[in-house]
């Protein structure tokens, strides 16, 4: 427990002890004055009043002498004290009218034992301790009040509208929340299986502003669980972390499409298992279950087509630019010499030093079809830019050449961030026809620029529209082959990976499998399919483990949370009984403010100060 828990169990406000620094300047008077001069006059030591001095104790003397700063320092204390609000904890019989219960729906409320769940158990406890005016507070992916002040029968309909996540919940925050909405006399119950171990300083606040707070716990089951407790993605792998919380050796076996391991636990033990990535995803799972099946699954979201074709189109190889496109894992890369007769389809096309006149109509329908199948189409510049004939797709309009110009480094973006872009040597002069230029010159030429195929060829919406649906996206590279020093950057291949899966639309496998609890949002009111159901809604909010879709993106949730799996919990201090939380007549523990009597210590002690200032005849 922290110094702020302790005094909150001691003080209603404790930033009252701040007047404790008004000390400072009382012992700084004290330090700095001078101490008086002794003068020796022999002729009158003999005087008795000398001697009896002399015969005191030099501890009694210094306490004469500091008799003032300390009724002082004591008035001071005495002060900050009643200023804090003291109090001592009292019972007292009333009768409850309202009462606002906490119900905790998070992941490990899913816990088992003789066919129903904790959280079953949990909210037939709330609806028992209902009272005249019920508010219902609920601990789950978010924290709400999903009913206020209402009766007993809104409060049960309320209840049985809730469900138990598959997220880690904040009880502390949901604890606050309660004491917010409680009225003066109301009574706080709070049902959960007390797993987390952050709850404690929220329930000592509200019990320190006059709350009751029953504690209900609900905590059978889980004693053996095995969980999958993390995971992570590499090279289209998949590595995934189990862990054992029993006191017995266990073993289970994971697997993900068509892989199974095996893994023998001893309690307490950590084990990985790592795994293909099939096309499309999948699930991992672990078996046998047990009373704790939210983290026995980790759903997996993957392209049904882990492969991206690409077709890099050109008559002088551009060796860096291929060898950073076939790095990138998945991709499958094609250079064809124009003019080709080119057949099959491919989800990104790239042209770089391209001669003039040696385009086919054919290659170039082939990029307006990969356009309109939502792939991508990359232009690099060239000194010769204009003479190349790529039928309306060029998202710029060519001026000419230049040399040495200085770059505007651009704001971080998906495409540029964490890379530094340098000047090129020459440069093709040009201004944006359609879309938007993520890098440019100082005088404005752009480097990179994106637009949407649809809108270049004239058959999209307008302009001024959000609607991103249509068609896929024409990239501008405006660094000519050889130009820039570029293409020996480290950054180089990890630039192109981002550039090829931003034109086909692809996230990382990082990006599309989510933390239960979290959110995306989508930038405006989309239609979203979750595991309970299907909405419209601008984020999407990750709450139940399994598979999400939204904007024709697939998405995976799964709980993977190490504390939330760990669903054994110690029983708790002052749980109540059911008897004493459903109860209308309760002995309450209520602050005895003790402030009246402190704050008359403190005028006592000024009044003394006064008399010892008159006696000493310094009044």
């Known amino acids: 427990m922290s110094a702020v828990d302790v005094l909150s169990s001691v003080f209603l406000r404790p930033l009252g002890l701040a007047a404790l620094a008004a000390a400072i300047p009382i012992l700084a008077l004290y330090l700095l004055e001078p101490d008086p001069e002794r003068v020796r006059f022999p002729a009158v030591e003999f005087l008795a009043g000398n001697r009896e001095e002399r015969r005191r104790h030099p501890a009694l003397r210094r306490l004469q002498r500091n008799a003032l700063l300390l009724i002082q320092l004591l008035a001071v204390a005495a002060l900050a004290t009643s200023l804090a609000a003291p109090y001592v904890p009292v019972s007292e019989t009333r009768t409850v009218s309202e009462t606002v219960v906490v119900v905790d729906a998070s992941a490990s409320m899913a816990t088992a034992a003789d066919g129903t769940t904790r959280f079953d158990r949990a909210v037939a406890a709330a609806k028992d301790a209902a009272t005249g005016e019920t508010s219902v507070v609920v601990a789950g992916a978010e924290t709400a009040v999903v009913a206020r002040r209402v009766s007993p029968e809104a409060a049960g309909t309320s209840l049985d509208g809730l469900s138990v996540t598959g997220a880690p919940g904040d009880l502390r925050s949901a604890v606050d929340r309660a004491a917010s909405v409680a009225g003066e006399d109301a009574r706080i119950v709070v049902a959960s299986d007390f797993a987390s171990d952050d709850w404690e300083p929220a329930v000592a606040s509200a019990r320190a502003r006059g709350y009751t707070v029953a504690l209900r716990q609900f905590d059978r089951g889980g004693a053996d669980n095995v969980g999958l407790v993390d995971y992570s993605f590499s090279d289209g792998t998949a590595s995934v972390r189990v862990k054992h919380f029993g006191d017995r050796q266990v073993t289970r076996e994971v697997s993900l499409g068509d892989a199974t ?310 029983p708790v201090s002052g749980n109540e009984t059911a008897a004493s939380a459903d109860s209308d007549a309760e002995t309450a523990t209520v602050p005895q403010k003790l402030t009246p009597a402190v704050a008359g210590v403190a005028i006592l002690l000024v009044l003394l100060e006064l008399a010892y200032l008159r006696y000493r005849g310094d009044l």
Request: charged residues 20%; aromatic residues 6%.
């Open 261 to 570: 391991r095996s893994l023998d636990l001893r309690p307490g033990e950590v084990a990985t298992a790592t795994f293909p990535v099939p096309a499309d995803g999948g699930r991992v799972r672990l078996s046998p279950g047990d009373s704790f099946p939210v983290d026995d699954r980790i759903p997996v979201a993957a392209p049904s087509d882990p492969t991206v074709d690409v077709l890099v189109v050109t008559n002088e190889p551009n060796r860096p630019l291929i060898t950073a496109l076939s790095v990138v894992r998945g991709t499958n890369v094609t250079v064809e010499r124009p003019p080709a007769s080119i057949s099959e389809s491919y989800d990104v096309v790239v042209f770089s030093r391209v001669e003039p006149g040696r385009l086919l109509d054919g290659t170039r329908e082939l990029a307006r079809e990969t356009l309109a199948e939502g792939g991508g189409v990359v232009i690099q510049a060239q000194s010769n830019l204009s003479a190349v004939d790529y039928g309306g797709l060029l998202p710029v309009a060519p001026n000419g050449t230049a040399t040495d110009p200085a770059v505007r480094q651009p704001s971080d973006g998906p495409l540029t961030a964490d890379v530094t872009f340098p000047a090129p040597e020459r440069y093709v002069r040009a201004d944006l026809r359609s879309g938007e230029a993520l890098l440019r010159t100082v005088n404005g030429t752009p480097l990179l620029a994106t637009a949407r195929g649809d809108r270049l060829l004239g058959n999209g919406a307008p302009e001024g529209s959000s609607d991103s649906s249509d068609g896929g996206r024409v990239f501008y590279y405006g660094y000519p082959a050889g130009a820039s020093s570029f293409d020996r950057n480290y950054r180089y291949p990890v630039f192109w990976k981002r550039a090829v899966y931003g034109l086909t639309g692809r996230q990382s496998l990082s990006a599309t499998n989510r933390r239960t609890g979290t959110a995306l949002a989508l930038g405006g009111n989309v239609t979203v399919e979750t595991p309970t159901g299907t909405s419209t809604s601008s984020a999407l909010a990750f709450r139940q483990v399994g598979f999400y879709e939204a904007a024709g993106q697939r998405y995976a949730a799964s709980l993977a949370n190490t504390a939330e799996s760990n669903v054994t919990a110690a």
